[in-house]
């Protein structure tokens, strides 16, 4: 790979110890249900695959895919699915796992998509979110670590598709 100067931000010890504490908090707070979890893809797969395998309770998955940023650090506001969920979600109880948090237009647009199936309840899941966003109108209910304004990689997060499969979280 090209030697781009990467600048280690989270460690994967730190990662993993936080992962871990929020699972303790979804498998309180999901006892005796079966919770869904659905990931964003392509940045989730990773935190996805690490969290729930800390989830203690039966569980059930499945993966929604979005438009992508492209190539650039700058979202274009523009949100379309790229791959829709194969899951009924009428009733169930549904956990939205994703990598971050930045302008929340993703997540809006994952909400409300969702919630046209008519869910019996929607939480959030995100493992990162930068501080100085616009406020939104959803709250984050298991949330890993709260970032300064800076466009990460690693850890499942790409800059033109690179760097998913870096163990920490670095700054570009
Ligand atoms: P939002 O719609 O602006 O909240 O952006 C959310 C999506 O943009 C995330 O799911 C990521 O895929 C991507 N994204 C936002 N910030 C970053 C970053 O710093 N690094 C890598 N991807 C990012
Ligand atoms: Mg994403």
């Given at each position: 790979m090209e030697k781009t100067k990467l600048h280690i931000y989270i460690k994967p010890t730190q990662i993993s110890r936080?992962?871990?504490q929020l699972a303790n908090k979804i498998n309180k707070d999901y006892e005796n249900k079966v919770p869904i979890f659905i990931g964003v893809l392509n940045g989730a797969f990773i935190f996805m695959s690490d969290l729930i395998r800390e989830i203690k309770v039966n569980c059930e998955i499945d993966?929604?895919?979005l438009s992508s940023y492209g190539d650039s650090k700058i979202s274009s506001g523009q949100v379309k699915t790229l791959k829709e969920l194969n899951c009924d979600l009428k009733g169930r109880d549904v956990i939205i796992v994703e990598d971050i948090i930045d302008s929340g237009l993703s997540m809006d647009f994952i909400i409300k998509t969702i919630k046209k199936q008519k869910p019996s309840s929607v939480k959030?899941?995100?493992?990162?979110i930068k501080k100085d966003v616009p406020k939104f109108n959803f709250k984050i209910d298991y949330l890993g670590?709260?970032?300064?304004n800076k466009f990460v990689v690693g850890y499942g997060l790409d800059f033109a598709q690179k760097y998913r499969n870096l163990k920490g979280i670095y700054v570009l």
């Open positions: 936080r992962i871990k993966f929604l895919k959030i899941a995100s493992l990162l670590f709260e970032i300064e």
